[in-house]
């Protein structure tokens, strides 16, 4: 091959690739008008929101027409992107679309609490629209470096975001936090990530299975120094995505970020965020699996990570939720139970790797296996998508309050049902659905992720205890959140507390409303939703 | 016609839809009236008619159209039909014609069924290939019963939870008869509710502080919760699935529940209306038990079969019983197989199987929830404390809606019951009816005896259906809500016009103040009480009410039982002494209220005829109640509803082993006919005759023979002592327990939940204290060590920063040792 050939090659490559490439494509190029609109003063006129909604509509509109692009009978299951750094599958749209759409639903909240100011606008909106194209890079990485620059390009603009607010020092404390141990984390996991490529010759995550298969026969052992070696490899990059993810013992800049950085940040940084890194882990978890249930000579190895994941869920779950207990800010409250929610999610994850990776004596079947593990993951999807409303309507509320009452201390919403009833029902509805209360969405997700953890349970003792402590988890959860609304609702109203006045007719009452309705709705009407979930779950394992 | 079937399905499913949906719609306008608009509007009372009314043109829409697309095949009439309609009979007779020269065989073995004289050489004898079998049916003939699904709610693995249709003639039949009986009580309610019309309403029996008490009248409400009512009932014809029955069956008690508890000021109703909840709930749990068992074992809740991706999933009566109707034991008998649709003698896997004891265990829990509903023996002391919610609410639950769901329910199930519980069914009817009509020759209030004549007709009902007279039992079902739905709407005007007295003592002679009203109920206590004119005959027609028509087939069905099973000869006496007991306590109503001269001149004075917004309702109802089973078993209705019987029902059921019992077949029954009837009418008669003679001529005075039976009496009065039996055998000691229960809750279990709470609080600190203590000191620690080497970075110390960044080096290294002790 000469290098004309080479080069033409690659134009051909990148020629098909870009229009799938295009919802990224489109938030690039919103970016590039952005920073025009700041050079060029045009935002006095014209506010940098407007262009990133505009930027954001169009991104989430071509996302969203590439549904069209997958029917049940095709054959081609994925397609490789840029010579194999990206994949496109039905994985990577249903993301797309989330975080597109997620993006979306922050921008309206950011337009309506005004929390950057009209100069600032252009930036800020560079930086939600750079970390959501990190996002997006995440959950269709093909490829260990892609894994690496996707998640660095994520991570910085954030650092950005949570030290948002200048004036305050809190805000630059925890962005100053959040830049040196992300920067941490993310040298562990590139330490992981060159162990891997080192051992295995490449870094391709399709190649990278097939080389494992070839490894194992060669390396079965746990003894083998070799096989030590690559699972030390495996762990420091699920610590690059456990940061992310904030689970224990990874999460100790989430509350300190949160408590920092403006609420919309934090619902932001909480759901686009972790959405793009159970994505990326669940990638990562099935190149290393291969797609199809317990037939890899390192299945051992992979059940070990399974539970070793279950146990991190649980131990992050509990933690999560055992230290909300005795917060008195809403956001650091909502931290907590940031990272207890990544540990429920977290089960489906170590629920799907026991399930593929455990030993096939039982004589249960290959196909069945796989089924099991397709409800894992359509489970996770439908979470987090009940999470996207369930914990954006949170922040939101907390951004809504906050502009009124100028206080983010749990203290300050005694009496809140009596000033804004719209308010506090949404509150009500939306903290009950992260309990995971019928009839709302929280409840269904949580039932579809235990019952991909009871399967697992039944082929390996540790899931039980994952699955018992999950079930636990879900009462003392109700404690805290309960709390929040014992003051909402029964604490009287101080005397001369500030008025918070957010009515129904107003910017922010419609937007809320329209944040809650969907959490009854996903509680309601399942199927919609998970039918789409399952499709997409399927569509992973086919081929 | 499979296209032609699916288009005719999927119509009648959208006519009953509309019809189903449009009282939910009522409800969700009318329960805000009270806010929209002002409490003296009847606009919510409009709106409600305007959603039944259309509702029941949508039900006879779909009735009419589904007979005129199957030619009217199900009422081919076995013998000429000499009643109206004379196109509609020619019609008839021409398609039967057809019918009978395109199968000649199939035809003839219909009118041997239907021939009276036709010498029956032996009971239970198979008549046959009577042909009810789908597959087997004649090509032209549409299929009995549709089904469909409307939306599935979700499916979780192999749960799959929807919301499913399934329509045959029964389900046509109940959604005209609900949807009539509702409209004319909704319309009746209108007059009858007419003083909630007002910002103040005085409750007079009521008692405050400061007299009576006073509270905005409550007229929209009513409605609305009559709209949800109908709905709930509606969809639980509707239903196309076990659970979707299920949350219907808890919408419908729901609803009763707010019913009767409409005056909630007084004790008594909320009492009652607590009665009536959880009364029902002792049956729900055996009915929630029998689901659990059916769902174990037959992995699916829906009646009928469903086609997914062209594979047959079978519904629950298709994997029980084949085209025959029979069940499939095993060698040993200890279980029946159940046909999941795979072809299980390929070896693809094996069939699944049900032990016998739990089909037994399930079809008891699922009667047990009818039981409850249908208050039969023994939770039937609800129903008659239910007479404390309005009148017409009172006709609706005892007509058309709450008490017709058990019965109803038993039919539908009725392929799922084995003999055995088909025997339990009957036992439980026997004893009701007759206990209840004891209890009804000795009540004074003229709804009390209405509420227990309801029990002891529903128990009527049950023992059709147990003893194998699956058309006998409903042909009762919807027969007794139009004679019944009229007597207490009847009674409702009497309360109306003599302001809210309701014991008969009182009454007497009001015939000539409201002559409507009591001429309407004479038709109702005929029709209950089964008179008719023997020898005569019109058109061909015995001059007869409904009652009689659908009594004298239970009656018929119970005798034959009788004779094949000698041991149960009760099954035949009870049924046969009750019908003369009704027709004793119901002309003493008559008598009481109606006839004689007036006992308190008071009520008397001041009673009057009601408006016609109450009497059009009573004359239509009483039209139906006279006429709707004209023709008796070749009548239209019965012919009707009997085109959705169970497989196999027809032939009846040779005593086998498990169970050793005999059904009698259809055949066997008709050899009977006469005989019943005779009997049945000659015991009315006296039963009628007795009561004339006590109340209307006076020749005896009642007032003596109490005090000859005092103690009967006392016994009767006393409702048999039920209440105060359950009260010494479930309340008390329940007390006692829960006053165990609660010292030790107080002592013990508050203890033990302190402690964990306050164990709790303290993890949850100690957690705190582990991440600010423990893990920020070992940091600390290591961050001193630290801080000697590197002090200039002093500057940029910011507390805990450089603790979090040790921490992910820390938590590497952890758990790669936890992972080495573990992989090790």
């Known amino acids: 091959m000469n290098f004309a050939e080479l080069i033409e090659r690659l134009t051909e490559n990148t020629q098909n690739s870009l229009p799938l490439f295009s919802p990224e494509l489109c938030l690039v190029v919103t970016i590039v008008a952005l920073l025009f609109v700041r050079l060029l003063g045009i935002d006095r006129h014209l506010p940098g929101s407007i262009v990133a909604i505009i930027g954001t509509v169009a991104g989430l509109a071509l996302a969203a027409l590439q549904w069209r692009d997958f029917h049940a009978d095709d054959t081609v299951t994925s397609v490789p992107l840029f010579t194999g750094l990206l994949v496109y599958d039905p994985f990577t749209v249903f993301f797309r679309v989330f975080l597109l759409l997620f993006l979306l639903f922050v921008e309206y909240l950011t337009m309506i609490s005004g929390i950057p100011d009209q100069e600032d606008a252009p930036d800020f909106y560079v930086l939600l629209l750079g970390s959501t194209l990190g996002m997006s890079l995440m959950v269709s990485a093909n490829h260990l470096l892609m894994v690496f620059l996707a998640v660095e390009m994520t991570s910085v603009p954030s650092y950005a975001m949570v030290g ?111 959405g793009a890194a159970f994505a990326l882990l669940v990638r990562f978890c099935l190149a290393l699996v291969g797609k199809t249930a317990g037939d890899s000579p390192l299945s051992h190895l992979y059940l070990n990570v399974g539970v070793g994941l279950g146990v991190m869920a649980a131990v992050t779950t509990t933690f999560g939720n055992l230290a909300a207990y005795t917060q008195k800010n809403i956001k650091r409250l909502m931290a907590y139970s940031t990272i207890a929610h990544a540990g429920y ?69 005694a009496g809140l049902v009596k000033q804004s009833p719209l308010l506090a029902v949404c509150l009500l509805v939306s903290m009950f659905s992260l309990v995971g209360m019928p009839p709302m969405g929280g409840f269904v997700g949580k039932f579809m992720v235990f019952y991909g953890v009871l399967e697992a349970a039944q082929l390996h003792p540790v899931m039980w205890v994952v699955f018992v402590v ?31 006045d957010v009515p129904l007719a107003s910017d922010g009452g419609r937007y809320i409303l329209f944040l809650t309705l969907p959490v009854l709705v996903l509680g309601i009407f399942v199927d919609p939703i998970s039918g789409v979930a399952r499709d997409v779950a399927t569509w992973l394992f086919r081929g | 016609m499979p296209s032609d079937a699916t288009q005719l399905g999927q119509t009648l499913s959208t006519l009953l839809t509309i019809a189903w949906l449009l009282p939910l719609a009522g409800f969700a306008i009318e329960i805000f009236g009270g806010f929209w608009g002002t409490r003296q509007s009847k606009a919510a009372a409009y709106i409600a008619v305007a959603c039944i009314g259309t509702a029941f043109l949508c039900s006879v829409g779909a009735l009419l159209y589904w007979g005129d697309q199957t030619d009217w095949a199900a009422l081919q009439p076995h013998h000429g039909s000499g009643h109206g309609e004379a196109g509609q009979a020619e019609g ?54 549709f089904s469909g699904t409307f939306y599935v709610l979700a499916g979780f693995g192999s749960l799959r939870v929807a919301i499913d249709w399934y329509i045959d003639s029964l389900t046509l039949v109940m959604f005209t008869m609900v949807t009539l009986v509702a409209s004319l009580i909704h319309l009746f309610a209108i007059g009858y509710m007419s003083d909630e019309l007002t910002d103040d309403h005085e409750d007079h029996q009521v008692q405050t502080a400061h007299g009576h008490l006073h509270r905005p009248g409550r007229f929209s409400r009513f409605f609305a919760f009559l709209s949800l009512f109908s709905f709930s009932m509606l969809g639980l014809v509707l239903a196309g699935n076990v ?125 047990a929830g009818c039981v409850g509903k249908s208050a039969q023996f023994p939770l039937q002391t609800w129903l008659p404390d239910a007479m404390e919610g309005p009148t017409p609410v009172s006709a609706l639950v005892h007509s058309a809606t709450m008490v017709a769901a058990g019965v109803y329910l038993t039919g539908r199930f009725y392929p799922m019951f084995t003999p055995e519980v088909l025997l339990t069914i009957a036992y439980i009817g026997c004893i009701t009816l007759f206990l209840a009509a004891t209890i009804a020759v000795v009540a004074t209030d003229i709804k009390r005896v209405l509420a227990y004549s309801t029990i002891s007709q529903l128990g009527y009902m049950m023992l059709g259906l147990g003893v194998g007279g699956w058309g006998a039992g409903l042909f009762h079902l919807i027969t007794h809500a139009f004679f019944k739905s009229l007597m207490f709407l009847a009674s409702g005007s009497v309360i109306y016009g003599c302001h809210h007295v309701q014991e008969m003592p009182r009454m007497g002679g009001l015939w000539r103040k409201m002559p ?26 015995k001059i007869a009410f409904s009652g ?12 034959t039982f009788a004779d094949l099973n000698r041991t149960h000869f009760l099954l035949f006496y009870a049924p046969l002494i009750g ?90 029954v008709h050899a009977r006919h006469a005989l019943a009837g005779t009997f049945a009418l000659v015991v009315a008669a006296l039963g009628a005759l007795v009561a004339c003679v006590f109340y209307g001529l006076r020749l005896v005075n009642p007032a003596e023979v109490q005090r000859q039976f005092a103690s009967l009496h006392t016994f009767l009065i006393e409702k048999w002592w039920f209440d105060e039996l359950y009260d010494m055998m479930f309340v008390r000691p329940v007390h006692v327990v829960a006053k165990w229960c609660s010292a030790c809750d107080k002592y013990v279990f508050d203890g033990i939940l302190h402690g964990l709470a306050k164990g709790t609080v303290l993890v949850a600190h100690w957690d705190r204290m582990f991440d600010e203590q423990i893990v920020d000191g070992l940091v600390n620690w290591v961050g001193r060590v630290t801080y000697g080497t590197g002090s200039l970075l002093r500057l940029l110390q910011t507390g805990r920063l450089r603790q979090y960044v040790m921490f992910i080096v820390v938590g590497v290294v952890g758990i790669w040792v936890i992972v080495q002790i573990f992989a090790s």
């Open chain 2, 243 to 367: 659970f979707m029955v299920f949350v219907f069956w808890e919408l419908v008690g729901v609803c009763s529940y707010f019913l009767i508890g409409f005056y909630v000021e007084r004790k008594s109703a909320s009492n009652a209306a607590n009665k009536a909840f959880i009364m029902n709930r002792v049956g729900d749990f055996g009915f929630l038990i029998g689901l659990m068992i059916l769902w174990t074992y037959f992995g699916t809740f829906q009646f009928a079969n469903r086609v997914e991706d062209g594979v047959v999933m079978p519904g629950l009566f298709d994997m029980l019983r084949d085209g025959d109707g029979n069940m499939h034991l095993s060698d040993s008998g200890a279980t029946v197989l159940l046909d999941d649709g795979s072809d299980a003698a390929a070896g693809i896997h094996e069939a699944p199987t049900i032990p016998y004891f739990l089909l037994v265990a399930a079809g008891l829990g699922i009667f």
């Open chain 1, 345 to 413: 999610m977290l089960m489906a994850v170590a629920a799907m790797m026991v399930i593929l990776n455990a030993p096939a004596g039982d004589g249960t079947l290959v196909t069945a296996r796989t089924a099991s593990a397709v409800s894992c993951i359509q489970g996770l999807l439908y979470y987090l998508v009940v999470y996207f409303f369930m914990n954006l309507s949170v922040f939101a509320i907390v951004a809504l309050v906050r502009n009124q009452t100028y206080s983010e201390e749990i203290a300050d919403y």
């Open chain 2, 516 to 541: 409507i009203t009591a001429f309407t109920m004479l038709v109702g206590v005929i029709a209950i009480a089964g008179l008719a004119i023997p020898g005569i005959s019109i058109f061909g027609e």
């Open chain 2, 92 to 145: 008839d007779a021409r398609a039967a014609a057809e019918h009978a020269a395109a199968h000649p065989s199939h035809a003839g073995e219909e009118v041997d069924v239907a021939d009276h004289a036709q010498p029956v050489s032996g009971a239970g004898i198979p008549a046959g290939a009577w042909e009810h079998n789908l597959a087997n049916a004649p090509e032209h003939a549409a299929p009995k019963s």
């Open chain 2, 548 to 559: 009689y028509h659908s009594k004298d087939a239970i009656v018929a069905t119970a005798m």
């Open chain 1, 470 to 500: 999950g079930l636990l988890n879900t009462a003392f959860s109700l404690f805290y959140y309960l709390r929040v609304l014992r003051n909402v609702f029964i604490s009287p109203l101080p005397e001369g507390a500030r008025p918070v």
């Open chain 2, 579 to 668: 019908a003369g007991i009704t027709s004793f306590y119901m002309f003493r109503l008559w008598f009481l209220t109606f006839a004689g001269k007036p006992r308190d001149q008071h009520v008397y004075d001041h009673a009057h005829e009601s408006p016609r917004v109450m009497t059009v309702p009573l004359i239509v109802l009483s039209m139906f109640a006279a006429f709707v089973a004209v023709g008796g078993e070749e009548g239209k209705l019965f012919l009707l509803l009997t085109n959705s019987e169970p497989a196999g029902v027809a032939n009846g059921l040779v005593a086998s082993s498990p169970s050793n019992l005999a059904l009698p077949s259809h055949e066997a």
């Open chain 1, 164 to 274: 948002f607010l200048k004036g305050r020092r809190l805000s630059s404390e925890a962005s100053l936090k959040y830049v040196v141990y992300g920067a941490g984390a993310a040298g562990v996991m590139l330490y992981g990530i060159s162990l891997l490529a080192g051992l295995l010759g490449t870094a391709h995550l399709p190649a990278m299975g097939a080389a494992l298969v070839e490894f194992g026969r060669q390396h079965s052992s746990f003894g083998d120094p070799a096989v030590r070696t690559l699972a030390f490899g495996i762990l420091m990059v699920l610590v690059g995505v456990a940061f992310k993810l904030s689970a224990f013992p990874f999460h100790f800049w989430c509350p300190d970020a949160f408590e920092g950085a403006p609420a919309e940040v934090g619902g932001f940084l909480s759901v686009a965020s972790k």
